[in-house]
Structures are given as structure tokens and as C-alpha cells.
Nanobody, 118 residues
Framework: QVQIVESGGGLVQPGGSLALTCLAS????????MGWYRQAPGKQRELVAD???????KYATSVTGRFTISRENPKNTVYLQMNSLKPEDTAVYYC????????????WGQGTQVTVSS
């Protein structure tokens, strides 16, 4: 079992910055991929960014160049630095922890609200 605790988020003006943190605890394999998804009202949940334990990253086109994902493997923690935020970034952001090697699992955090508005 894996437990996930998210922090960060909130209200920010357009052009501002926010940082999200996700801490995973429990049995975390070294092959685990950690990432962030988001879901805006009336829309499907979509990948924002994810990162492997080796530091290989993947970003949604809409956030490339503005968001940065990073990870501290010993702490099983993943971060999302969000800069130059736009109103269309408004959504609930979910941390995801998944593994498909040897043992499969896919866990979600409870979500944290990010609102970009003036």
C-alpha cells in the first residue's frame, strides 16, 4: 500500500508562480514513475508531467517551458514548479504514483486546487 500526501496549490494571479509537493510513503519500488495530472471542471483528467527515478521527464505541450517537475528519490517526493501561470491552468492537480515492473500499482493523491485568476 502506498500513501500520498500533496501540498501546495492555492490562488494566484495570471503570470504568477506556485509549487506543488507530493510525498509518497509505503513500499515504493525504484522503478516507480511519479507525476502530476490535472482535471478542470467538465474536462477529462490529463497528464501535466511525470518523471522516472532516473530523471526522465515528460510534459504536456501546454505546460512545456513553464512547469518543471523534479524528484527526490530518497524521500519519495516529487515537486511541480509552475511559473507563468495562466487562467487555463486552473484545475484540481493530482499526484500519481505508478509502477509496472514486477509489481503493478497505480495510486492517486486526494488532489489540490490551483486557481489562476485576477
Amino acid at each position: 500500500q502506498v500513501q500520498i500526501v500533496e501540498s501546495g496549490g492555492g490562488l494566484v494571479q495570471p503570470g504568477g508562480s506556485l509549487a506543488l509537493t507530493c510525498l509518497a510513503s509505503g513500499r515504493i519500488f525504484s522503478t516507480t514513475v511519479m507525476g502530476w495530472y490535472r482535471q478542470a471542471p467538465g474536462k477529462q483528467r490529463e497528464l501535466v508531467a511525470d518523471i522516472t527515478s532516473a530523471g526522465i521527464t515528460k510534459y504536456a505541450t501546454s505546460v512545456t517551458g513553464r512547469f518543471t517537475i523534479s524528484r527526490e528519490n530518497p524521500k519519495n517526493t516529487v515537486y511541480l514548479q509552475m511559473n507563468s501561470l495562466k487562467p487555463e491552468d486552473t484545475a484540481v492537480y493530482y499526484c500519481n504514483v505508478r509502477n509496472r515492473v514486477v509489481v503493478s500499482y497505480n495510486y492517486w493523491g486526494q488532489g489540490t486546487q490551483v486557481t489562476v485568476s485576477s
